[in-house]
Every structure is written in C-alpha cells, then in structure tokens.
C-alpha cells in the first residue's frame, strides 16, 4: 500500500478571512450568515460595528437554502455596485451564496469569505468527477460517493462554480505513485 | 504575428484635427479581430520608423477593410503629424500587431463606456459588436465642439437613447461619481481618453468599494517625451542613448534589442522590465507602488534627469 504524501493547496484551493482581516475601510456591509448564535458572526459584528451592517441569517428549521438565497436575491438586485458582501458559515453554505452573487455580477474584492470555525463538525462538500453527484462529508482525504459508490480520493483541486472539492477514484492516485520511470 | 501590408483606401477629415484612414489588406486576408482591439503601424517617417497603436473603430463582422481615426496630436512626436500630412490614398503600410487589451467583459450585462475626446475610437468597434449582439450599454462622450467631437452627429442620430454628450454645445458635465453611484452589480465600466480622466474613474470606483474588475482601461496616448538619459544593460553589457523624443523601447528597439510588446502605451505588462535604479519616472498604468520598486515598463518609463543612467536587467 503506498502512502500519499501531504497534498499541496493549489491555486484554486479556496482560502477565508479570519473575522479580524475583514477590511473595516467600506461604508456598509452587508453580512450573509448561516448560523445566528455562531461566535465568528458576533465578533464580526462587533469588528466592523453593528450600525453599518445588514444581516441575512439563514438559520431556519422550516426553511430550505433554495428559498433562503431567492429571498437574499430579491434584495441583492437592488444594490449598487462596491456594496460590501461577507458571507459567514460552514463551507458549503459559503460557495451557495457566492454562486448566487456571482450570477448578479458580484466580483473578486467585493466579497469577503469568512469560514466560521465555531459551526458544529466541518463538512466538505465532494463532487464525484466520475458520476456528478454531490454530497457533503465529514471525512478529510477519501469518502465512497452515494451514488456510483467508488471510493474516492479528495483533492485539493476545489471549483468556485460547484462549491465543491474533486473527488477522483482513489486507486489512480496509486497507480501513478507506483510505476517506476 | 508576421507583418501585414495594407493598402490605404480612404482618407476622410472628421474633424479639422482628427481624420479616418481605411486600410485594406494588399495581398494576404484581413486578419479577423474583437472589438477594443488595436493594430500597430509601422510609420517610416524622415528621421525614424515610428510604431504606434491606434484602436479600430470598424465593424469586427467587416471583415474587407481596418479603420482607424488618428487625432494630430499638438506635441506630437511625429506619428500623428506623419498620418495627416504625409499618407495618402493609395499608399502602403505595415500593420505589425493586432492584439485587444480593452476587450468586453463577456459577464456584463449592460456596458458603460466612458470616452474622452479621440478616446471615443474603441468604443465605436464595441458599439458596432454590440449591435449585433444586442447587448445593452451606454455612452458618455465628453469632447470639444469642432475639435474632438469626431462621430458626434451619427453617434446621437444612431443610439440617440444610449449616448450622452459633454461639450459647451451641450452645456452638460460629467459627473463621474454620480454615474458611477448609479450602477448595479451588472456593470462594468470601460473608459478611454486623457489620463486625468483614466485617474479619475479608477479613484472614485476605488472609493465605492469596486472590485478591478469592474472599470476597464485603455490609455490611447503616445509615450510622452522626456529629457535624454542613458540605459545599461546589465545582461548584454550594452550601454544605449535614449533621446529625448524616443521610449526607451524605441531606443531599444534601434539597437536590435527586441523586447516583447503589445500596448505601446504602458497598460498592458508585456515590455516590463527588472531595473536597478533609485529615480525612474514610471508613467505606467500597469505596476503598483511595490512592483515599481523592481521593475518599469520601457514603452512609457524614462530618467526624471538629463544624463541619468538607468540599469536594466536586459
């Protein structure tokens, strides 16, 4: 059995704020949050003070995410541009909402990414290059997908557009680490 | 890209001091281009040969003949002046480059275009693509009445709801911060024309909270001239004499030293350069303060002294 070594982030391995690095330079914020008791969201607030930030919390028993980011679009059409987003959760919640801002025009620099650390176990979300699905695990290096039930290596490989890291059968990883050149 | 030979077919005066040369290809075909793009011509003007960029203003579906509008320049460091006084119909040039720095951002859904007298040139090639594609934009066209105006009359006639004029005529100003406060995130903002113009944009997008990305540059003016100063270079052991008329990619370019290009105009970042000197006069839209600090762009940096010698890693 071989051992993988370490995986290196790659360029498109996404990197988050800590709350204390969100600039406190713009007029207004307009602040995303999965969770509303999270400690990240209250330093947050408290960081870039309370007068100058709307909040959209998502936590809701009764609703899904699909109707939380149909609400938030309705008012994010309206705004202008240069308004401040912060989006504050887990990871999968963070790209859910960047896909969203990103199909009304929002850009690098206008929105911040703050990975709340304080949220209960920390989920990945996988995409399974081999079938498409996605789901969310809690395991950090392989996972076996739901639907076609290959195991799967996780790379560090992530796509903004799916929210999501590439899941790759494990055994081609293997497969090039053994062959002799 | 191998050097491509046009044939001036038309000459018309647009305004007393800018005019429009039609170019068409004398033997090879056109080489087919995106709106915002802009051709390098090779003017072999009595003292030397003179590249300059100049944006097409034609249909990027046209694809017989380039057009171009060149404003003669006051200070002109002989390109503009050899355009208006020496090219006539019938006459053959060397196109060198075709390459787009001022493309359209295919993610915008409406276009803000922001011109500044001769700057309108790129604009009227985007608003020619976006006819075709029925994208949505608007114009703000700031000029001088008889004197930088060019395409005024059929540009108010054409898009009579998407153009907005700013001249004496018209008694209106442009008030950058207000149009730039009005857009939502669907926007993008491309602007052309002086440089305080360019300044001013990118300042107050800056001030809104704008990402980069949103505001789109294309600074159309020729390098401007300077003292004389020397260049070493360190690599070749060469040492070369920039006058005070040439860049010095231009002086460079003399001696047979080639340096990757594209802009010609300090916007794009192909000719940057790692330097060694305490005093350089950057004059570029490309580096930030740090990157500065290393390197400059020789089609737009210069000696602030005469007899200053600049170290080049060439």
């Known amino acids: ?181 | 890209m191998n050097t491509l030979s046009v044939q001036v077919t038309d000459i018309r005066q647009i305004t007393p001091v800018i005019r429009e040369f039609s170019l068409s290809p004398t033997e090879a075909q056109l080489r087919s281009f995106s709106s915002g793009s802009h051709i390098i011509l090779q003017l072999p003007t009595q003292e030397r040969l003179i590249k300059n960029a100049y944006s097409l203003i034609s249909d990027p579906f046209d694809r017989h003949q380039y057009q171009i509008a060149v404003r003669l320049q006051e200070h002109s460091r002989g390109g503009s002046k050899y355009m208006h006084e020496h090219v006539a119909v019938g006459d053959v040039l060397n196109v060198t480059a075709i390459s787009n720095l001022f493309a359209l951002n295919s993610r915008a859904r409406h276009h803000v275009f922001i011109a500044g007298g001769i700057g309108i040139t790129p604009f009227i090639s985007h608003m020619k693509a976006l006819l075709h594609s029925s994208g949505s934009f608007e114009l703000h066209y700031a000029c001088r009445d008889g004197i930088s105006n060019a395409y005024e009359d059929v540009l108010s006639v054409l898009f009579s709801d998407q153009v907005q004029l700013y001249s004496e005529k018209t008694k209106r100003r442009l008030e950058i911060k207000n149009l730039l406060s009005a857009q939502d995130t669907n926007s993008h903002v491309y602007v052309c024309g002086p440089e305080r113009l360019i300044q001013e944009v990118t300042e107050i997008a800056q001030s809104l909270g704008w990402s980069k990305n949103r505001v789109h540059l294309e600074a159309f003016a020729a390098p401007k001239p300077g003292v004389a100063f020397d260049v070493e270079l360190s690599q070749s052991q060469k040492r070369i004499h920039v006058p005070e008329h040439l860049s010095i990619l231009e002086a460079l370019e003399a001696e047979g030293v080639d340096v990757p290009n594209l802009c010609r105009g300090g916007v794009c970042g192909q000719c940057m350069t790692k330097h060694h000197s305490i005093e350089v006069d950057h004059q570029d839209h490309f580096l930030d303060q740090d990157e500065q600090q290393q390197y400059l762009m020789p089609c737009v940096s210069r000696a602030k002294k005469v007899g200053q010698c600049l170290n080049l890693e060439l």
């Open chain 1, 1 to 181: 059995m071989v051992t993988l070594l370490m995986q290196e982030a790659m360029s498109s391995t996404p990197s988050y704020l800590a709350v204390a690095d969100v600039l406190q330079d713009k007029s207004h914020y307009v602040i995303f949050a999965e969770k509303d008791d999270s400690c990240d969201l209250l330093a947050l607030q408290t960081h870039l003070s309370i007068a100058k930030t709307k909040l959209f919390l998502f936590f809701n028993p009764d609703h899904s995410i699909a109707d939380y980011l149909e609400q938030s679009e309705k008012f994010i059409q309206k705004q202008a541009a240069g308004t401040h987003i912060i989006i504050c959760g887990t990871e999968s919640f963070i790209w859910q909402v960047h896909a969203m801002l990103a199909t009304h025009g929002y850009l690098e620099h206008e929105v911040s990414l703050v990975l709340d650390q304080t949220i209960g176990h920390p989920l990945k979300r996988v995409y399974c290059v081999h079938c498409s699905h996605i789901q969310d695990t809690s395991e950090q290096d392989y996972y076996e997908c739901k639907q076609c039930s290959l195991h799967l290596f996780i790379r560090t490989h992530f796509s903004e557009r799916l929210g999501a890291y590439m899941g790759v059968f494990e055994h081609v990883q293997h497969q090039n680490r053994g062959v002799a050149v």
